[in-house]
């Protein structure tokens, strides 16, 4: 991450504080990860209760085999999002140089983006038109998951900046 001005105000931002700035920048970027894998789980576990308590044909959703393959790919999702976040919690409380803090920061902030959006989109289709409506939170959930999920930077910034790092760590070795 680089500045060249300041917020529009043509002045240049002094080389001594773009450490700051990405270090900064990357704590948030964390933060707004995990704050979307706690968005996320909770729309899932909104879901779960809401399969087991709606019926259709006399059973309740949740013994639709299809729909638990369904909860099982999204507990996968979370899983995995929680793996990747917790990872790059760990490498920056040991002090991790600038490269490898801003990959860790990356991958995880790509995958709890994808994964919020995931989960919020099925936790919709799941409940049914009153997904959508005011009447259930899961929809709050859903449109909270569209917002933050470019909260310092959208997923597929993310990646394209985990590639960059990727690549020119590749080239010094």
Do not use: N, W
């Amino acid at each position: 991450i680089t500045l060249s001005a300041a917020a529009g105000s043509g002045r240049v931002i002094s080389e001594d504080i773009q450490p700051a700035f990405a270090s900064a920048f990357d704590h948030a970027a964390l933060a707004t990860s995990g704050y979307l894998l706690g968005l996320a789980e909770r729309a899932f576990e909104i879901t779960i209760d809401y399969l087991k308590v709606r019926k259709q044909f006399d059973q309740s959703l949740a013994s639709f085999q299809a729909l638990q393959h369904r909860a099982v790919d999204m507990k996968i999702q979370l899983t995995l999002c929680r793996a990747s976040i917790e990872g790059a919690a760990a490498a920056l409380d040991a002090g991790a140089d600038d490269v490898a803090r801003a990959m860790v920061v990356s991958r995880a902030k790509s995958r709890a983006a994808d994964t919020a959006m995931l989960v919020a989109r099925e936790a919709v289709q799941l409940h049914g038109a009153i997904g959508y409506t005011d009447e259930y939170d899961i929809g709050l959930f859903a449109r909270k998951a569209m917002v933050m999920a470019h909260q310092y930077g959208a997923a597929a910034a993310h990646r394209h900046r985990y590639a960059t790092l990727s690549s020119d760590l590749a080239a010094y070795i």
